[in-house]
């Protein structure tokens, strides 16, 4: 099974400054890595595929980045709705699995 | 509307059966493979099964392997999630979920249903 860890566990910033999330595979996912935002109470919505392509409406502040073990989620300038917990998910192999989440929180 | 809506969630004391279902509308739905996701009361995410778009190919994590059964009717848009010999540790919110299809990228999930609680206790 392809273990994820996500990194940090918490980050706090501020609305406008810029947040670099990640997440580490146990092996080797290719590009094969997504990325989800989950807000209290709400469903996963998604928010890159494939490491680097942005769903469809996502705006272009989040970008992702990696490939192989070592991916980066970066969301450019945050915006008060962006705080909540993001989760990295790979397709590579089965099982899919899901890393254990960032939550960004207001600082 | 595009749209998946689960149902069937509930409690149930351990060692009993539950079915889940989920509707699903708006989009060619034997065009997509499928999944569950399950999320115990403040836990991160955690994937239950897989079904692909002609319901030919199952997957599922150990976790659940012998236990739950996946299945789909593609004549009735609906998704199903059979599960058996419930534990404390199932008690979770579950989500049914779309992927982006064979042509974009298999298995990464852009629609995703509000969930049904399952709650497993006696």
């Known amino acids: 099974e392809i273990v994820l860890t996500q990194s940090p566990a918490t980050l706090s910033l501020s609305p406008g400054q810029r947040a670099t999330l990640s997440c580490r595979a146990s092996?080797?996912?290719?590009?094969?890595l997504a990325w989800y935002q989950q807000k209290p109470g709400q469903a996963p919505r998604l928010l890159i595929y494939?490491?680097?392509n942005r769903a469809t409406g996502i705006p272009a502040r989040f970008s992702g980045s990696g490939s192989g073990t070592d991916f980066i989620l970066t969301i450019s300038s945050l915006e008060p709705e962006d705080f909540a917990v993001y989760y990295c998910?790979?397709?590579?192999?089965?099982?899919?699995?899901f890393g254990q989440g960032t939550r960004l929180e207001i600082k | 509307e595009v749209q998946l809506v689960e149902s069937g969630g509930g409690l149930v004391q351990p060692g009993g059966s539950l079915r889940l279902s989920c509707a699903a509308s708006?989009?060619?739905?034997?065009?997509?493979?499928m999944t569950w996701v399950r999320q115990a009361p403040g836990k991160g995410l955690e994937w239950v099964s897989a079904?692909?778009?002609?319901?030919?190919?199952?997957y599922y994590p150990d976790s659940v392997q012998g236990r739950f059964t996946i299945s789909r009717d593609n004549s009735k848009n609906t998704l199903y999630l059979q599960m058996t010999s419930l534990r404390a540790d199932d008690t979770a919110i579950y989500y049914c979920?779309?992927?982006?299809?064979?042509?974009?990228?298999?298995?990464?999930?852009?629609?995703w249903g509000r969930g049904t609680l399952v709650t497993v206790s006696s």
């Open positions: 979920a779309k992927d982006l299809g064979p042509r974009i990228s298999p298995w990464s999930f852009d629609l």
């Open positions: 708006g989009f060619t739905f034997n065009r997509y493979g």
């Open positions: 079904i692909s778009d002609s319901g030919t190919a199952t």
């Open positions: 092996q080797s996912v290719s590009s094969y």
């Open positions: 494939d490491a680097s």
């Open positions: 998910q790979q397709r590579r192999n089965w099982p899919l699995t």
